[in-house]
């Protein structure tokens, strides 16, 4: 019991263990409520119901109508676990950075690549979650819903967007850090 | 409501794993496409098995049934691929670890991260009817699993995944396929 404990209180777990615990998350997910895990489509419909308070004219389309409605959907309040999940992985390592001062740009190894300069960190990483999310959508889903999900499944389409994430990944990483990768 | 609960606890669990397991790193995610430290892959694929071994087993009893898996329509799925791994090595997140980490309090998940990605998808779904049709019309198998679409036993091709992933695992340890970290 008291290893169990001090296993939970540490920072990072063997990639193993961790792994494990969310093999079974996806399979507790299929037998509970016959659904898969996922991430980037709940981006879709908070955008939607967003949008749609704000210029209803504009996402009066197919897309935000019928592919996507928005709403606080069953995608939605498991983003929202996400949050709380993350927060508690951290809580119990108490790694939590709120109100910390290295909260805006927490990474060393960004600040030695790129520098201390929040900005820089907060434009790059902005340019790159709309990259993703867009992304996202072509492919028909993200690391969680398409790569694990799929995958979990023995979906093709998992294994086809896990090897293209990959390849531009390693090609990325190899412009960005350059003579240091 | 019943589903509103499991899918807040599922989320939680996804999410203490995805700390756990150091991918609301910046340095995590992108350390593996340096190849300097695979744990992320190996989370991943520890992942695949034991939920693709469990779900085929209990599909074997009789016991759940699949959901619709996700689409397979080749270009689409590789462009999409081929675009994400551009944005994961930028700023590493993907869509749950940024949500997680936003969770962890680090300002540079919640405002740029969070903003993005709903940025994004505005930006996808106002240009949805331009770029989809089309790109999920060319080699579209629809919904479909590996074993059903090349006709081989299910228990055969989870056991080779299984094997593959050890196969792998041993390789990144033994093989030495992690390379030393110049960055220190």
């Known amino acids: ?60 389309n197919m897309y935000f109508n019928f592919i996507m409605p928005p709403g606080i959907t069953y995608g939605v309040i498991l983003l929202i676990g996400l949050f709380f999940g993350g927060m508690a992985g951290a809580a119990t390592s108490g790694t939590l950075k709120w109100g910390k001062k290295d909260s805006a740009n927490s990474d060393t190894q960004w600040k030695q690549i790129f520098g201390p300069q929040t900005w820089k960190r907060w434009l790059i990483a902005f340019i790159g979650a709309i990259v993703l999310e867009y992304a996202a959508g072509i492919a028909g889903g993200c690391t969680s819903g398409l790569a694990i999900s799929g995958g979990m499944l023995l979906a093709p389409s998992a294994f086809i967007f896990i090897g293209g994430m990959f390849a531009s990944g390693i090609v990325t990483a190899l412009i960005v850090y350059r003579n240091r990768y | 409501m019943a589903n509103y609960i499991i899918a807040l606890v599922l989320g939680v669990l996804f999410g ?40 085929y087993a209990l599909r074997g009893l009789g016991l759940v049934t699949f959901p619709a898996a996700p689409a397979t329509y080749l270009v689409g799925n590789l462009v999409g691929g081929l675009i994400f791994g551009i944005g994961m090595s930028l700023s590493g997140y993907c869509p749950g670890t940024c949500a997680a980490g936003a969770g962890e309090g680090k300002m540079d998940y919640i405002v740029p991260g969070l903003l993005g990605f709903l940025t994004g998808a505005v930006i996808y779904g106002l240009t949805y009817q331009l770029v989809f049709p089309a790109i999920s019309a060319i080699a579209n198998y629809g919904s479909v699993v590996i074993p059903d679409l090349w006709n081989l036993s299910s228990f055969l091709t989870v056991v080779t995944f299984a094997l593959m992933a050890l196969f792998l695992f041993y390789m990144i340890d033994r093989a030495g396929w992690q390379r030393k970290d110049s960055i220190q």
Not at chain 1, 38 to 45: I, K, L, T
Not at chain 2, 22 to 48: C, P
């Open chain 1, 1 to 60: 019991m008291k290893f169990i404990l001090n296993y939970i209180r540490k920072e990072e777990w063997s990639p193993y263990v961790a792994g494990t615990l969310l093999g079974l998350v996806g399979v507790f997910a299929v037998w509970a409520s016959n659904s898969l895990l996922g991430a980037s489509g709940s981006f879709e419909n908070l955008a939607g119901m967003i949008g749609k308070a704000i210029a209803p004219k504009a996402f009066d």
């Open chain 2, 16 to 55: 203490f794993s995805l700390n756990k397991a150091g991918l609301t790193k910046y340095h995590k995610i992108v350390n593996v496409f340096r190849f300097t430290d695979m744990a992320v892959l190996k989370f991943m694929m520890t992942a695949l098995v034991v939920a693709m071994s469990g779900l």
